[in-house]
Structures are given as structure tokens and as C-alpha cells.
């Protein structure tokens, strides 16, 4: 006898997969994304501009705690930049890789400023000259002194660290800055350092220590233009103070 197949009863049919509704933070990185590339980098909040870096570097999970509570430990988005991967991994939800991601990011934004004032005329780019030694310095928690080398056409040569020191001071030798100078036949030179106390105003020390490194050079015919201290609250010129 030939069997008749029967037709399912309603509600009783073969079974549909239910799709699970989207998590929040993924529609949230949808839309994130899309304001971005929309309206330009300059509409994102410093926490969304961290978000949006942090979305390649953890894929599954909602990032928006984490720029937040880095934002907060480091005060900035430049403070988080310059932070030391040991600090970074102590922020709940940023591990090893996350810490190394984000110092490449740093680095990144440095070798791209250093490129801009190689093919400039260092002395007239103070704007990006400004943002390089923030960059650089303004977070350090130790002094360091740095030299940028300069040619006859006060471009880069160079920018090097001759010293570095405890919270408060770094040993400056002249006589090494003026042996460097002859070396890289630089003809200028800026002088930077940094003081890890937040405050630029230069010291009594800083002044005397400049002439001393200006006197060691007059003779070989080699000009300071410049001797920036960078700290957090922004970055001093001598020259600016009437102090060269």
C-alpha cells in the first residue's frame, strides 16, 4: 500500500535556527567605526579615539571599560602612550600584547614627527617641534637631556640622549656635547630636557649648565639655538624667556 505523507501539524515543523541577537559592544564598534570614517577623527572623544585602537587589539569583548580606566590611571591619551608596558598590564583588560600594540602606536607618532622636522628647517617648525619633545619627554619619570643635532640648513642631523639621571637631575657633560657636534659636523644644536615634577621653570642649575655647554661650543663656532624643558603642564623655551 502506498503510504501518504503526511503534512506537520502547525507549530510542529522542522525546526529554524534562532540567530543570538548581537552583543552590545558590537553594534557599538559598528557605529563607532562609521563616525570615524563619516566625520573625521577630530569628532571622536579622546576615550572613543582609544576604543577604536583598541578594537584591532581585542576583538571580542566590550573596550570601552578598558579606554576608560586607561584614560584614568594615566590622565591622557598622550599619558597612556608613554606609559611602560609594566604600568600599561596593570589595567584590567590590557595584557602583554595590548601594552606592546600601543607602544608601537607611540613610536609610530614619533618617527612620524622626527620624519616631519628631518625635511623641515627645525628652528621656524616650532609647532611640530612642540609636539615632538611633548611626545617625547612630558611623561618621563626620570630627567633625561637630549641634543638635536642640526646641519647648516637647521635641519635634523640627529636627536640624541647624552643623559639621563634620577627624578630631579641628569649629568651633562660639554665637553661630550661639543665632541659629538664635531663628529656629525652639526652647526647648530637645541638643547631639551624634561622635569618629571610637572613644572618647566628651569633651575638655577639648568641656566648655568647652559652657558657652560654654549661656552664650550663658541669656540668651535657652533650656535644653541635653543634649550627646551618639556613637563606636563607644556614645554619652556629659553630663547622665548630671554634666557639665550
Not at 569628532?43 to 579615539?49: H, I, R, S, V
Not at 606609559?83 to 598590564?89: G, Y
Not at 617641534?129 to 626620570?142: A, C, I, P, S
Amino acid at each position: 500500500m502506498r503510504q501518504v505523507e503526511e503534512a506537520p501539524l502547525p507549530g510542529f515543523g522542522t525546526a529554524r535556527p534562532v540567530s543570538a541577537p548581537k552583543p552590545h559592544w558590537q553594534g557599538h564598534r559598528d557605529r563607532l567605526r562609521t563616525k570615524l570614517i563619516d566625520r573625521g577623527a577630530n569628532a571622536l572623544e579622546d576615550y572613543e579615539l582609544l576604543e577604536t585602537l583598541l578594537f584591532a587589539f581585542i576583538p571580542r569583548r566590550d573596550v570601552k571599560p578598558i579606554a576608560k580606566a586607561l584614560l584614568a590611571r594615566f590622565g591622557s591619551l598622550s599619558g597612556v602612550l608613554a606609559a611602560r608596558p609594566a604600568d600599561l598590564t596593570k589595567v584590567a583588560g590590557v595584557g602583554e600584547t595590548v601594552a606592546a600594540y600601543l607602544k608601537a602606536t607611540a613610536e609610530i607618532g614619533a618617527r612620524a614627527t622626527r620624519e616631519t622636522l628631518k625635511a623641515r628647517t627645525v628652528i621656524s617648525s616650532w609647532t611640530a617641534l612642540q609636539d615632538y619633545v611633548k611626545r617625547e619627554l612630558q611623561h618621563e619619570g626620570r630627567e633625561q637631556f637630549r641634543v638635536l643635532f642640526l646641519d647648516r640648513k637647521n635641519q635634523l642631523i640627529t636627536d640624541e640622549t647624552l643623559g639621563h639621571g634620577t627624578v630631579d637631575h641628569a649629568p651633562v657633560y660639554p665637553r661630550e656635547i661639543a665632541r659629538r657636534a664635531l663628529e656629525l659636523q652639526a652647526c647648530s644644536l637645541i638643547l631639551v630636557h624634561n622635569h618629571p615634577s610637572g613644572d618647566p621653570t628651569p633651575s638655577r642649575a639648568d641656566i648655568d649648565m647652559t652657558r657652560e655647554i654654549m661656552d664650550a661650543l663658541d669656540a668651535l663656532e657652533i650656535t644653541v639655538h635653543d634649550h627646551l624643558i618639556a613637563a606636563r603642564s607644556g614645554v619652556l623655551s629659553f630663547r622665548a624667556q630671554g634666557l639665550i
